[in-house]
């Protein structure tokens, strides 16, 4: 079965720092790129990081210099190091899976909540 197991998620304190793990099974990992995502209450889904299968990332102008994407490829794994969280941070979390011709596979979500 094809799992993609989001986890990490809490509540912390505005510029407290939480690490995020997006764990893939089922599917050959190494050929993905895996990217993060965020859905706040009352707006839509949008980009946070995404790494590429060479291990390069890119980020939202939002977290860029605050948020950290990295991967595992021997643990079939994706973090996510949050750090100098705000407010606005507050959201379900997803990672998402993506390569050309092959299927497409989201993760459940881990909520974060950031309090001011």
């Known amino acids: 079965d094809v799992q993609l197991q989001a986890s990490g998620g809490g509540l912390v304190q505005a510029g407290g720092s939480l690490r995020l793990s997006c764990a893939a099974s089922?599917?050959?990992?190494?050929?993905?790129?895996i990217g993060w995502f965020r859905q706040a209450p009352g707006k839509q889904r949008e980009l946070v990081a995404v790494?590429?299968?060479?291990?390069?990332?890119n980020y939202s102008d939002s977290t860029k210099g605050r948020f950290t994407i990295s991967r595992d490829n021997a643990k079939n794994t994706v973090y996510l190091q949050m750090n100098d969280l705000e407010p606005e941070d507050t959201a379900v979390y997803y990672c998402?899976?993506?390569?050309?011709?092959?299927?497409?596979?989201w993760g459940q979500g881990t909520l974060v909540t950031v309090s001011s």
């Open positions: 790494i590429g299968r060479n291990g390069s990332p």
């Open positions: 998402k899976a993506t390569s050309p011709f092959k299927p497409t596979y």
């Open positions: 089922g599917f050959t990992f190494d050929d993905y790129v």
